[in-house]
Each structure stands twice: as structure tokens, then as C-alpha cells.
């Protein structure tokens, strides 16, 4: 097991200490992630990186302020309730040094085209459109960042949660590219000293089946 120790330690982290991370260190964590498989080597990723403190938390408190904004909206209690609880954890990364906004492309699904052209029925088209290639080689660049940055000694949490205010998002990121769009999000930095507990994970038994 000590070989894959780089897995099993990582974890997500949501406090950091005031402490800036070296452009070197987040060129290689991204070159990292930049090696992960990607469907046809489209390599359809794009990493926008921000490490002006002032913009992160205004991106932050921008975010908190659009859910105050629905919680105002909403008139079902429970969705109001989910989405006060939430707050916090959407923006848990105006606590770090850095922000990486992960923005991924789409492109054509070419055997979902040729069956559709065929008249297969709806049921199974949109079976050939679940895998969703062009996000799975998004979440493979993903996790190669986040075990890059924990093997390095930094802390990352993947987030996709703040995409609700994605309009907030893209008024604070100068950044456009056609056909791109903003799928994860993670800080990164030096974790603070505190011990972090892993949940539990499900046994092999019950998520693996051998045949």
C-alpha cells in the first residue's frame, strides 16, 4: 500500500494558512493535470488561476450575496433552509491563497449522431449521452491536480457548488473561450495544522462485482 500512499492521503481541505504558493508549485500541479487521459486526446481543459486575494474574496462574498438573493426568492422552506446551510461550503475558498476555476469544452458525440441519424429510440440515446466524455476528461485532469497539490503539501478541495452563481462567476472572471464553460473549482494552499478526518468509504463488497 505505501506505493499508493499519494492516493490515501489526500483529502479535502477548507483552511489554509496565510501563506502565498510559489507560481512553480501551481505550474507543475497543473502540468500534473495536464496528463490526465482525455477521450480522443482532446485535452479539452483550460485552468484559470487567481491569486489576488482581494478578487477571491469579493468573488466570495459575490457568491454569498447571490444565495441571500434566492433564500429572499424562495418560498419553500426547505430548499431556503439547504441553501442557508450551503453557504459556508460555497465559499469555503475565499480561505485560501489560490483559486483554480477548471473550464471544460464539449464537442461531438459521434455515436450518439450515427444512432440518432438511425431513429434509435430516446431511452437509449440518452444512455450514449450519460458517460458525458468531454466531463469525465475534465474529472480526470481534476483529480491528477488534486493528488499532484497533496503529494506536494498543499491542500485542495474539488467544488463544483458555487456554479449555482455562475452569472456572479463570470462577471468576476475575465476569462472567454468559445464553447468552454466553468465546471469545477478548487483553492489550493498550505493546510493549517489541523487534523483532518476522512469520511469513510464504502467496502469493496459493495461496490465492486466480479464477473
Request: charged content about 30%.
Amino acid at each position: 500500500m505505501s506505493n499508493l500512499d499519494f492516493i490515501y492521503k489526500r483529502k479535502s481541505v477548507r483552511k489554509f494558512k496565510d501563506e502565498m504558493v510559489p507560481k512553480e508549485a501551481i505550474d507543475k500541479i497543473l502540468k500534473a493535470a495536464t496528463f490526465a487521459p482525455s477521450a480522443r486526446n482532446r485535452q479539452n481543459w483550460h485552468f484559470v488561476v487567481i491569486r489576488d486575494k482581494n478578487k477571491i474574496n469579493d468573488l466570495a462574498q459575490d457568491i454569498s450575496n447571490k444565495a441571500d438573493e434566492y433564500i429572499n426568492k424562495l418560498d419553500n422552506e426547505d430548499m431556503k433552509n439547504d441553501l442557508k446551510k450551503m453557504i459556508s461550503y460555497y465559499t469555503i475558498f475565499k480561505n485560501a491563497p489560490v483559486l483554480i476555476l477548471i473550464y471544460g469544452s464539449t464537442y461531438e458525440n459521434d455515436a450518439y449522431n450515427m444512432q440518432k441519424y438511425l431513429g434509435e429510440d430516446e431511452e437509449k440515446l440518452q444512455k450514449l449521452l450519460f458517460p458525458a466524455a468531454p466531463i469525465q476528461n475534465i474529472s480526470a485532469a481534476m483529480e491528477n491536480l488534486l493528488l499532484a497539490a497533496s503529494n506536494m503539501g498543499y491542500g485542495t478541495c474539488w467544488m463544483t457548488g458555487p456554479i449555482f452563481a455562475i452569472d456572479v462567476i463570470e462577471n468576476h472572471i475575465d476569462f472567454k473561450k468559445e464553447r468552454y464553460e466553468l465546471v469545477a473549482m478548487t483553492p489550493l494552499g498550505v493546510p493549517t495544522e489541523e487534523k483532518i478526518i476522512q469520511p469513510s468509504r464504502k467496502s469493496l463488497e459493495e461496490v465492486v462485482t466480479y464477473l
